[in-house]
């Protein structure tokens, strides 16, 4: 299931962060001391017209001392909220029914915390003078956006397949559709590229701080985890499709007598 608004909306955006942590990254270091919104009194006297900022001129000179990282911060947020609830607005098509869609905008919510963490954090590790690196992570981080226009999280069965396809094994593989597509996701998307540019950044940028240290882990665990749910499937199909062979010949056997 494909949702062309949603993949449109990411091709008009995308290309404009991308030109916004490419500057960030390469005039970090000459940038001047900017106002942080890291505390409700600078975002107060920041965004709150008062006595101080009285005039339009002010007021934009005020916009124009915040950080640049925290613009960009705003940027991704933004994104991301606009996603998950221009999806909600949107009409319900491609087969994605009203339960589906609720479930999909849940795991829109973690997806975009996971994304947003990643770039964020990750970027802020990446030493100065290493585009390529900087390359790297926004290359994955535009990977994993492809999660919010391909429905995959949702795929299920519809009723009647198992009779159109008239075989035990196939009908098997769409009972456990929305594993695999989620299978999928987590070792090829997102879980899985997370894993190996934290890895990269921490022994090529020889970094290392406690939330890297631990997100690396949750992302190992997924990885892991996710094979350990691969080979469970596996081994149910087999184990299936052995009984399915046993009780076909056993039938086959009765018969003939």
């Not at 607005?89 to 994605?96: F, R, S, Y």
């Not at 954090?121 to 290493?130: F, M, N, P, Y």
């Not at 992570?137 to 069965?157: N, R």
Request: aromatic share 10%; net charge negative; proline share 3%.
């Amino acid at each position: 299931m494909f949702s062309p608004p949603i993949f449109l909306f990411l091709i008009s955006i995308i290309p404009s962060v991308w030109l916004l942590e490419l500057h960030h990254q390469e005039n970090k270091a000459s940038e001047t001391e900017c106002k942080k919104l890291d505390s409700l009194e600078n975002v107060r006297s920041t965004f709150v017209i008062n006595e101080t900022f009285g005039n339009s001129s002010n007021y934009l000179k005020a916009l124009s001392d915040v950080c640049s990282h925290d613009w960009i911060l705003a940027l991704h947020q933004i994104l991301l909220i606009l996603l998950i609830v221009g999806k909600w607005l949107l009409p319900l098509g491609g087969g994605v029914t009203r339960d589906e869609l609720s479930q999909l905008l849940l795991i829109f919510i973690g997806t975009a915390a996971d994304i947003l963490e990643f770039t964020s954090e990750t970027l802020s590790d990446v030493k100065e003078k290493t585009p390529h690196m900087v390359y790297i992570i926004l290359g994955v981080w535009t990977w994993s956006m492809l999660q919010f226009p391909l429905h995959l999280a949702v795929v299920t069965s519809k009723p009647g397949s198992e009779a159109e396809l008239g075989n035990q094994e196939a009908s098997l593989m769409t009972k456990h559709s929305t594993d695999m597509w989620h299978i999928i996701e987590a070792l090829f998307i997102q879980d899985g590229p997370f894993l190996v540019v934290r890895l990269v950044v921490m022994t090529y940028s020889k970094v290392f701080h406690q939330m890297l240290g631990f997100f690396t882990i949750k992302n190992f665990l997924v990885v892991i985890l996710s094979l350990y749910r691969l080979a469970i499937i596996c081994q149910s199909s087999r184990s299936y499709s052995s009984r399915d062979m046993a009780m076909s010949q056993h039938f086959t056997a009765v018969t003939c007598e």
